[in-house]
């Protein structure tokens, strides 16, 4: 079992966290390292505070559960989050690894339709969606030497997944077998110099910065 922390946008995913969990099981969630419904709000402590027992949380994971949701963007920590976890941090002598990433995109009312109606196509290459910080993007369609015209006209999902270091998958396929969906998250971290992986994002944090958010 691999040691995980979700990353998301409380205001509008801590639902979503809760589901995750409950699809984990007691005996999973041993491995869970982040915020649960029981943990202290942190909302009035200082930036420096909330980073420092972010990374606590985060340093001894393996793989990073990333909620999309329609207004992550705004959210003041998930792209440093991402940012985090992809690096390879030293404590001690020890260092860890960069965490695999998988989003799983948030039910709203209709389900994940609304991601799918707000994402945006050039002819037959499917591009980005707005709501998705520039880190993710930057790790979609990353994987080296692949065929990019026949990946890139792709209409399968799980085409562009393969060829994606951060695949994205629907809530409801995600919590039917979250287990598989981490451990394949997992397997790609062990093969990194298959993918051109961007470990921070210079658009995201001056978005952050424009929030007054300086690291």
Not at 152 to 179: G, M, T, W
Request: proline share 2%; hydrophobic share 30%.
């Amino acid at each position: 079992m691999r040691k995980t922390f979700i990353s998301y946008k409380y205001s509008e995913s801590r639902d979503v966290r809760d589901r995750i969990l409950s699809a984990l099981g007691p005996e999973y969630t041993r491995f869970y390292m982040g915020e649960t419904a029981e943990s202290p709000d942190l909302t009035n402590f200082t930036t420096k505070t909330i980073k420092n027992h972010l990374k606590d949380m985060i340093y001894s994971t393996s793989v990073t559960i990333l909620v999309i949701s329609p207004q992550m963007r705004e959210s003041n920590w998930i792209s440093w989050e991402l940012e985090y976890a992809l690096k390879n941090q030293k404590r001690g002598d020890i260092y860890s690894h960069s965490n695999g990433i998988v989003g799983v995109i948030a039910n709203q009312f209709d389900g994940d339709a609304w991601f799918k109606r707000n994402e945006y196509w050039i002819g037959n290459t499917l591009m980005q969606h707005s709501c998705l910080p520039d880190i993710i993007v930057k790790n979609r369609m990353n994987k080296k030497n692949i065929w990019n015209y026949q990946s890139r006209l792709s209409v399968d999902y799980d085409s562009i997944n393969s060829d994606s270091y951060i695949s994205i998958v629907s809530e409801n396929a995600f919590l039917r077998d979250p287990q598989y969906y981490i451990e394949s998250a997992y397997k790609k971290s062990q093969y990194l110099n298959e993918y051109n992986i961007i470990k921070q994002s210079e658009k995201d944090r001056k978005e952050r910065k424009s929030r007054e958010i300086i690291w």
